[in-house]
Structure formats: structure tokens, C-alpha cells
């Protein structure tokens, strides 16, 4: 498992980096406007494409880590071995959605690799990329998991499943934390 | 084609597939079956749209400044603050929870982060002085209801971009609400700790310890009037104003009270990004449901739906205000904003419904969902940290919806309350 673990940590240090982006872009376009009177072109692009960076690989993480925002009502009722079984399935869903969103996301990206955005001059393509790679990543990571679970439900051992099925549903409530 | 997707939506959520998978899943299902030949990437284009948008920008600013200073002892200052002002009050400790939770709220726009933050410091303190467990973890839960209410709310943030409402108008309507629930709150626990004769905090209040507590608190007391301030006096925008209060909140915790080491603040910085992600991804799925309902026309058709059973704009908002009330139950308050907002706007909007109100009254009533059993989802936070069985919980928090539920009921009654401040900003 070390390179998807090699590949969640470099996710998250561009989410780092994009908050940072962000943080100080946005800081100077505010500085720029209220102080110096003048105005910082780039800035609310540079912001809003890491913006959309950290969304998607930010979500690829939080696929790995289970924190999605979910309705718990189901994995509440059953058992440790029902959760992973219920798992297994999710995973196996959540598989088929994003080869279909890779593959059409994929498409949208290679059309808007002729598109110029105003301000920054980036081409439009490298921004809606980060959406595929995105899908590509938690198809890999819930394949992964789908694996992993039908490992543990085989060999009757469910703490090598890919969730923690004894954990209580405060965690969970404390990990959505969708405010 | 909507008449796949909402049962195959609900379907997905129910058996736990993420909100946000079950929205691209029953969106991709929709177009797939559509009469009209839509294609496919019609998904990651509406997805992206979402996304690309500035004013969302400040939801991880808002969870940032709560998670530094959680981590850097500013909790513990406005606690400090709390019970130099109300520590005097029967059952001291439940009311510096709702006060210091208030000043909280305040300034991070995260409402289950800060219910965790007081709560893993004040259920200990009240078990501690033999406050009823079950009691003591109904009031940290109630301290938490106002996290979406009271400025800077992300569940504003997300309204107010879904809805294309302004957002420092939403914010201004949340405040006289939002500590006018607090007060309510602190009303009712100081009730029940005189009945059940919990002891008041500190003998008398002493302005010294008043000055002290205060000076203390302050250079963190000044978050609320940079955003606040800057967004009614015009100088920014409520995402600059993000940023320049995490900036400033960055620079109080590690440098001046220097309670938070620098190498601690990367791993912060990483989580609230990874959280939003987890709020935007569903804004992402639920704008492909944006597109279903209005390809399709739904909102006429539930408007006129509405309609056929009352033209009576109070019985409309009223179940209006029950569905958002359910909804807070089941999902997080911004989940249930951007999957209802675009079904319900229309019906608000025909019924000459000032957008802002409904929305402050909406994120009110996902407010009070977070407490309502049996899913609230404060509740189970409480309960994880106190260690205090749901069933006790149940027992105790049926005053604090009964309040709640009258405080809502002036909001309609008298919307003044709501709208002085977001009028004063419209001039």
C-alpha cells in the first residue's frame, strides 16, 4: 500500500498549497485595492483554480479517509460484519460512478484545452483536469478498498477491512463535520 | 427524468453511499434516461461550474480561524471571559457554555467543530461540579445550535451562493437571531440549575476579574468586527474578509499568544481543506440536481403542488420551515441547503417572500435539526465525549427544542427582528 499512501500525501499537501495560494492572493488583492488604491488582475483566478484543485483532490482524500458527508442510518443498525459487507458494496458503486466521471471528464478536459482563461493566461484544460484525475484516483482507492474487504470477509479477520467497523457513530459524527 | 432521480437519490443516500455520490449517481441515471438526448458530460461540467465560483472560497478561511484557535487556547480565554460575566447566574458553568460558545460561533464557521472544542472542555468541568451528565450534554448541544446561526456561517456562505442571495446580508440577518437564541438558552438552563439547585460559578462578580478576563480575551474578540465590520462598512467582500481574518487569527495564536507552535499550523491548514472538500463536493453533485429540477420544471410543478393545497403564504412557510427542520435532522446544515434550495427558491420567490429572511429562517431551522432527535447530529458529538447514553440525552433535550421552537415562531411572527440589520446594509 505505500504508493497510495505516497499518492494521498502529495494530495494533501497541494490542498496545503492551494489554501496558501489562495490565503495570499486574496490577501493582496485586498491590499492592493484598499491600501495601494490599484488593483491585482490575477488574483481572484489564481484563488478560484486552486479552489477547484483543492476541491477535487481534497475529495480524493477524504474518500480515503471516509469523511464524505453520509447518512449513517443503515451502517448504524448493522453489525461490524454487515458494515464491511455494506462497505464492499459502496465501494463497487462508487467504482462504476467514477470511471463514468473519469471518462467524461476526461473528454471535457481535452475541449478545453483551446480555452485561455482572461486574466492568468492558463489554459482552462489544466484547471478541469484536476475533476479526472480526481474520479481516477478514488476509482483506484475504492478498488482498492472492494479488495481489502473481500480479503477480510474471506479470511473472517474484519480489522484488516478497509473501515473500522467498531467505531462509533460520534466519530463519524465528528469526522463529517460539515458545518 | 426527475422521476428517477429523486427515489434513486434518496435510495443511494439511504444505504450510506456518500450525499455526494448518490447526487452524480442519480444525476448520471437522469440524463442517461432522458427523452431529450443530453450527453454525459454534462456531469463533470455542471460539477465544475459549481466549484469555479469565488464567494465559496471562504468556507475553508471560516473552518481555518476556528481550528487555530481551538488548537491555540483561545477557547480557553473566552471561557475565562464567560464566567467573569455570567458566573455569578445559578448553574454558572451551563451558562458560560452557551456564552463562550456564542463568542465561538462567532468567529469560526464551523458549528460541529466548536460543539467538540467546548465540549471536551466544559462537560468534564460540569460532571465535575455533580451537574447531571445527561444535563450537562444537552447544554453542550445546545451551545452548538447556533454555530450555523451566528456570523460567519458556512451554511450561509453556501445558501447565499446557491441562491444568489448576498451573503453579508445573510450574515447581518444571523446575528440578533443567533444571540437571541443564546439568551433564550441561557434563560432556560439558569431555570432548571436554580430548580435542580446547581450552585452559581463565583460568588460575586468582580470587575477586576471582569478587565482581566477581558484584556485577555480581546486581541481574539476582534475577529468578529474585522469580518463583520468589513463586510457591512463595504471594505470587503465576505471571502476577503476569510482571508484576512485567518491571516490575522495566524498571526495572534502563533506570534502573540504563541499557544499554537508553527509546525502544528500545516496539518490544520490540510484539514479544513480536506473538509471543505468534503462540503464542495456535494455542492458539486447537487448542482447536477440543479439542472435536473430545472430542465424538468420541477419547481412549478412542486410550487403549484404547494399551491393547490393553500395560498396562504404563512401555511406555506410553515411547511416549508418543517421540511428544512426534517432535513437538518438526516444531513449536515449546507448538505440540505444546496439540495433544497433550488427545488424551494422558486416557491419563496412567488410568494413575494424576501429571499434573505427565508434563508436566515432556513438555516435557523437546520439549526434546531441538529439537536432533534434522533439523528441530530450535536447529540451524538455530545454524547461520544461525555461518554453519556443517548437515551439520558433524549430525556433532557426536549426543553431545549421547546424554546428553540418558540424562539423561531417570534422570528416569523416578527421579522423586524430578522431584518433590521440586513436592511440597514441595503440603505
Known sequence: MGLLRIIDEACKVIVGLAILVMVVSIFGQVFYRTILDSYLGWAEEAARFSFVWLVFLGSASAFRGRRHLAIDFLPELLGPRGRVVLDTVLCALIFALMIVLLVYGYRLTQRTMTQIAPATGVTMGYIYIALPISALLIALYSFVDFFRNLAALMKGDLSRAAIQPNAGMADAALKEDGA | ?427
Request: glycine share 8%.
Open chain 2, 1 to 427: 427524468m426527475s422521476a428517477i432521480f429523486f427515489p434513486l437519490f434518496l435510495l443511494l443516500a439511504v444505504i450510506a453511499l456518500p450525499i455526494a455520490f448518490a447526487l452524480i449517481g442519480a444525476g448520471a441515471a437522469a440524463i442517461i434516461l432522458s427523452s431529450a438526448t443530453l450527453p454525459l458530460t454534462t456531469i463533470p461540467q455542471r460539477m465544475f461550474a459549481a466549484v469555479d465560483s469565488f464567494p465559496f472560497l471562504a468556507i475553508p478561511f471560516f473552518i481555518l480561524i476556528g481550528d487555530i484557535m481551538s488548537s491555540g487556547g483561545v477557547t480557553r480565554r473566552l471561557i475565562d471571559l464567560a464566567a467573569a460575566i455570567v458566573g455569578a447566574i445559578h448553574g454558572g458553568l451551563a451558562i458560560i457554555t452557551q456564552v463562550a460558545g456564542s463568542m465561538m460561533d462567532a468567529m469560526s464557521g464551523s458549528s460541529a467543530a466548536s460543539t467538540a472544542a467546548m465540549g471536551s472542555v466544559m462537560l468534564p468541568e460540569m460532571i465535575r461540579a455533580r451537574y447531571d451528565s445527561a444535563w450537562a450534554a444537552v447544554v453542550v448541544a445546545a451551545s452548538g445550535v447556533t454555530g450555523v446561526i451566528i456570523p460567519p456561517s458556512i451554511t450561509a456562505v453556501v445558501y447565499g451562493s446557491v441562491a444568489s442571495v448576498s451573503i453579508g446580508q445573510l450574515f447581518m440577518g444571523g446575528i440578533v437571531p443567533g444571540f437571541f437564541i443564546v439568551f433564550s438558552m441561557c434563560v432556560l438552563f439558569a431555570i432548571q440549575a436554580r430548580r435542580r439547585g446547581y450552585p452559581r460559578q463565583t460568588s460575586e462578580m468582580s470587575s477586576r476579574n471582569f478587565f482581566v478576563a477581558l484584556r485577555r480575551a480581546s486581541l481574539a474578540l476582534m475577529i468578529p468586527f474585522i469580518v463583520l465590520g468589513g463586510i457591512y462598512g463595504g471594505i470587503f467582500t465576505p471571502t476577503e474578509a476569510g482571508a484576512v481574518a485567518a491571516v490575522y487569527t495566524f498571526i495572534i495564536a502563533v506570534f502573540v499568544y504563541r499557544e499554537l507552535p508553527l509546525g502544528k499550523v500545516w496539518p490544520l491548514i490540510v484539514r479544513s481543506g480536506i473538509t471543505t472538500a468534503a462540503i464542495m463536493l456535494v455542492v458539486a453533485g447537487a448542482n447536477i440536481l440543479g439542472f435536473v429540477v430545472t430542465f424538468e420544471r420541477v419547481p412549478q410543478a412542486v410550487a403549484s403542488f404547494m399551491l393547490s393545497f393553500s395560498e396562504n403564504p404563512a401555511i406555506i412557510m410553515l411547511i416549508l420551515m418543517l421540511i428544512f427542520l426534517m432535513a437538518g435532522m438526516f444531513v449536515t446544515a449546507s448538505a440540505a441547503v444546496v439540495i433544497l434550495a433550488p427545488i424551494v427558491l422558486p416557491i419563496v420567490k412567488s410568494l413575494g417572500i424576501d429571499p434573505v429572511f427565508f434563508g436566515v429562517l432556513a438555516v435557523i431551522n437546520l439549526g434546531i435539526g441538529t439537536v432533534t432527535p434522533p439523528l441530530g447530529i450535536n447529540l451524538f458529538i455530545v454524547a461520544g465525549i461525555g461518554n453519556v447514553p443517548m437515551d439520558k440525552i433524549l430525556r433532557e433535550i426536549w426543553p431545549v427544542i421547546l424554546v428553540l421552537l418558540l424562539d423561531l415562531a417570534i422570528f416569523i411572527t416578527f421579522p423586524q427582528i430578522v431584518m433590521f440589520l440586513p436592511e440597514l446594509m441595503r440603505g
